[in-house]
């Protein structure tokens, strides 16, 4: 029988537990989350300020000099690599993540021209619809005979691999299920075939332990404003390792990633490297609030963060199927550990106002599509208590039946 003296026990030997004030989080509000919006480091406002009264208003243009906005993007990009398992002068936070997948998969399917019974591109069905519009808007191959397939689960993949298949695309963690590919194991799988794998990471970085390099992998791209708090809508990083970077150009080929960008050149010449997967002029206000988050990650390890992540996750499937059982509830997430991302989901026919309801107690999760309530777990500013205290809540919203309020079925623009 799991009790609250438990979790404040566990809570006790935490060692992540001074990361917490790392962070300005609401009074009153247990955020589960973070998986779609991270909190605000406390550093970015003093960054914000300091980009704004200093370098903008009194520095000017000088700024791109002075204060190193013209190098931030690959700055920022050698502290994400520290995350990702990538080296130095792989990653840039640029652009977002659909841009950033269209110029990947640009470069997949150029590296792979050659061979011409190479057409099928494959992505899952249950991808966050971004990654498979952005496929499906990508005309210039698709009418050259490239065609989108669609897996509807891990189970599927081996049976659709063959040597037709040009490029994989796969989310290393499902935006919905918390479902995690085994990332090394995949990705061989993948290359037995001769294909290559483009790994989105916007539901695992910042919450799992990556390898990029040390699982051969070929290209990722992730956001930066979910689990690494870089702020809303922050720019996204992509990843090229040294055996890609400098073999074709990507078709979004802006002045930012010209070799000699002043110049001023009539022709387009690719810089060498990462910088080559930058397009145009960079937000550097945003950008530099990337920097903040980051920051934090580094001074811990992400042993230690999937280590919490997991006992956290562990907690609140056996909290919520111990104090809520009697309820109708299903368990989306996976249950086992080597397999499960940083949130956990159920389904629940009533999902939506169960949330809402939530919401309006402080309990902030959120829902998708169809029937599934989600609850990220943060585990730099989420301690075992607020998973308790969390659990407690939608017991009662469910023993009372307090959800069904017209204004908890009510939706905005953003569910």
Not at 78 to 93: F, M, R
Request: with cysteine; charged share 20%.
């Amino acid at each position: 029988m799991l009790t609250l003296e438990y979790c404040r026990e566990l809570d006790e030997k935490d060692v992540l537990a001074a990361m917490k004030s790392e962070f300005a989080l609401p009074n009153n509000t247990i955020y589960l989350d973070g998986n779609s919006l991270g909190v605000r480091p406390h550093a970015a406002l003093e960054r914000v300020n300091h980009i704004v009264r200093q370098e903008w208003e009194q520095d000017l243009i000088g700024s791109w000099n002075t204060h190193g906005w013209w190098e931030l993007p690959l700055h920022i990009g050698n502290k994400v690599a520290q995350l990702v398992g990538a080296k130095a002068g792989e990653v840039a936070v640029t652009d977002t993540t659909s841009s950033n997948l269209f110029k990947v998969l640009a470069t997949a399917l150029k590296i792979q021209q050659d061979d011409s019974k190479r057409k099928i591109i494959l992505a899952e069905r249950e991808a966050f619809p971004t990654d498979l519009y952005i496929i499906q808007g990508m005309t210039a191959w698709l009418e050259r005979g490239y065609e989108l397939r669609l897996i509807d689960g891990p189970q599927d993949l081996q049976d659709a691999l063959s040597d037709e298949v040009v490029a994989v695309v796969l989310s290393h963690v499902n935006y919905r299920s918390g479902y995690l590919w085994p990332m090394q194991e995949t990705t061989a799988q993948i290359h037995a075939h001769g294909a290559l794998v483009i790994w989105d990471l916007c539901h695992s970085i910042g919450a799992v332990e990556i390898d990029l390099n040390g699982s051969d992998a070929d290209f990722a791209i992730g956001c930066t404003y979910k689990y690494l708090n870089g702020g809303p809508g922050a720019p996204a990083m992509v990843w090229v390792p040294e055996k890609h970077v400098n073999q074709v150009g990507q078709p979004l080929s802006g002045w930012w990633g010209h070799a000699k960008p002043f110049d001023m050149a009539t022709d387009y010449t690719p810089a060498q490297g990462i910088r080559r997967y930058l397009s145009g002029t960079q937000p550097i206000t945003s950008l530099a609030l990337v920097d903040c988050g980051v920051d934090v990650f580094l001074k811990t390890q992400m042993s230690q963060i999937r280590s919490k992540s997991l006992a956290l996750t562990d907690l609140f499937i056996a909290l919520v199927e111990q104090e809520c059982g009697q309820h109708a509830l299903t368990l989306v997430t996976p249950r086992e550990q080597a397999i499960r991302g940083s949130h956990v989901s159920f389904r629940h026919e009533h999902g939506f106002a169960i949330i809402q309801a939530l919401i309006e107690r402080g309990v902030v999760g959120d829902y998708r599509e169809p029937e599934v309530m989600r609850f990220g777990i943060t585990p730099l500013y989420l301690s075992h208590e607020d998973i308790w205290d969390a659990v407690q809540h939608l017991k009662n919203i469910l023993d009372t039946g307090s959800w069904d309020q017209a204004h908890f079925h009510r939706r905005g623009a953003v569910t």
